[in-house]
């Protein structure tokens, strides 16, 4: 089973600061992973998707980075400001599981930015 | 990219009553889903919602506590049934255009039950 394992669970940082958020897998059979944004309460927003075939995406203030062989995925945000506190989710879909669950979560990140 | 409406973004209900969630697409999708985030937990997958036959349900989740609809394709229900505290949760609905591709989700529902 893929587990999905994000750190750190919460993190704060000054505003301006560059950061890193983390992601690793256990199983690096992936077809894609996701990186997304969750508001308090609210629900999921996407951020960046890697296919299992490139190394990074970016998206404005927001590269994406993937390790496959490692395991491992990590978000950086440039330059961060107050509004991008938030929950930051990864999400990993495996491959080859055609119509079964295949879309792995980790538990997040919660970042608060200091103004 | 996808548009997905969620509705209602809250609510709290009565123990023993149930509440029929509302997710309308502006695309057409085979693929939809609904899925359960607790308070502090990540996303677990609740089914598949599927056109024109019976949803997908994962391991833990019963038809008949979680009757869901998927009339056409761009709209779905998903009825949480009588309702008890533990059923306390935001509940998400979640699309992808084509298979194994960018998933997209709603704002979800934040459902306190009391």
């Known amino acids: 089973k893929q587990e999905v394992t994000q750190i750190p669970a919460a993190l704060s940082v000054p505003e301006g600061e560059n950061l890193v958020l983390n992601c690793s897998f256990t199983?690096?059979?992936?077809?894609?992973l996701q990186w997304f944004r969750q508001d308090p309460g609210k629900g999921l927003t996407s951020l960046l998707l890697i296919q299992s075939s490139q190394r990074e995406q970016t998206s404005g203030r927001l590269n994406a980075s993937l390790d496959k062989s490692s395991g491992r995925s990590t978000l950086y945000i440039a330059a961060s400001q107050p509004g991008d506190s938030a929950t930051y989710l990864c999400?990993?879909?495996?491959?080859?599981?055609?119509?079964?669950?295949?879309?792995?979560f980790g538990t997040g990140t919660r970042l608060t930015v200091i103004p | 990219s996808a548009v997905i409406s969620q509705k209602p973004s809250r609510d709290i209900c009565q123990r023993g009553t149930s509440l029929t969630i509302q997710c309308q697409v502006d695309?057409?999708?085979?693929?939809m889903f609904w899925y359960r985030q607790q308070p502090g937990q990540s996303l677990t997958l609740i089914a598949t919602a599927n056109q024109g036959s019976e949803a997908t349900y994962e391991s833990g989740f019963v038809i008949d506590k979680f009757p869901i609809s998927r009339p056409n394709l761009t709209f779905s229900t998903l009825t949480v049934s009588n309702m008890s505290p533990e059923d306390s949760s935001i509940y998400l609905c979640?699309?992808?255009?084509?298979?194994?591709?960018?998933?997209?989700f709603g704002q979800g529902t934040r459902l306190t039950v009391v």
């Open positions: 979640s699309v992808e255009l084509q298979r194994d591709t960018e998933a997209f």
């Open positions: 199983d690096s059979a992936i077809y894609n």
């Open positions: 695309s057409q999708v085979t693929m």
């Open positions: 999400a990993v879909r495996l491959n080859g599981r055609t119509g079964a669950n295949n879309l792995f």
